[in-house]
């Protein structure tokens, strides 16, 4: 069975801590993906990874960072946490596209880490 | 990517047809439709795709219209497993497969 998991469930930290959120999968997928989910928003993505190394900016980086040296790990970073940043914070892979327009490589999700700044 | 609309919440008895609906009407050639569902307390998960033609897995079925316009996402027989929010994404198919998640349809499949 295809796994992605979080390192935490829940996590209670205070403002102006450092917090890594650790996203693990086991698919040896290529891409790698944060999200963010707020009531009445929807998914937002942070940060995604192609590859060992590389990462990319998605729609809300302000306040994050990400780190991804093994292909399997996808970590997310608030460098100095506040409380607009308290929310569901989720992990996802796929594989890499493919040359063929009718192909699909589905994102997997992990269950999700609830962060609450304090 | 095109915008999508869907509404807030539905209802659905048990064992019924859903039928949710989506519209995309900004939507171009090269856009792809895809659904995902995201059970209470989980990540969400991927249902079905499609561009042109309407499309058939074990989970679900997915209507397009000729215009492309707007699309139904059907599930035959809707268990209480069925509750749900579910989101309707219009995308291009590229590299990275970044996801626009919006507020979806919250659907409550009823005993």
């Known amino acids: 069975d295809v796994k992605v998991t979080q390192s935490s469930r829940y996590l209670v930290k205070r403002t102006g801590e450092k917090v890594f959120l650790e996203c693990v999968q086991d698919?040896?997928?290529?891409?790698m993906f944060w999200y963010r989910q707020d009531p009445g928003l929807g998914l937002r993505l942070i940060y995604f990874?192609?590859?060992?190394?590389?990462?990319e900016k998605g729609d809300i980086p302000e306040g994050y960072s990400v780190s991804r040296e093994k292909k399997e790990r996808f970590s997310l970073i608030l460098e100095s946490a506040s409380t607009n940043q308290t929310s569901m914070y989720l992990c996802?892979?796929?594989?890499?596209?493919?040359?063929?327009?009718?192909?699909?490589?589905?994102?997997?999700f992990g269950p999700g880490t609830r962060l609450t700044v304090l | 990517d095109a915008k999508t609309t869907q509404p807030p919440s539905m209802d659905c008895a048990e064992g019924r047809a859903a039928n949710l609906p989506c519209n995309h009407s900004t939507i171009s050639g090269n856009e792809y439709v895809y659904w995902y569902r995201q059970i209470h307390s989980q990540g969400p998960q991927y249902i079905i795709h499609?561009?042109?033609n309407n499309e058939t897995n074990e989970m679900a079925s997915l209507i397009i219209t000729e215009d492309r316009k707007s699309s139904t996402l059907i599930l035959p027989h809707a268990t209480l497993r069925d509750t749900a929010v579910y989101y309707c994404?219009?995308?291009?198919?590229?590299?990275?497969?970044?996801?626009?998640f919006g507020p979806g349809t919250r659907l409550s499949v009823l005993p």
């Open positions: 990874s192609y590859d060992v190394k590389m990462k």
């Open positions: 994404i219009v995308r291009v198919a590229s590299y990275g497969q970044n996801f626009v």
């Open positions: 996802a892979s796929s594989s890499f596209w493919g040359p063929s327009a009718s192909s699909y490589n589905e994102q997997f």
């Open positions: 698919m040896d997928h290529e891409n």
């Open positions: 499609g561009l042109k």
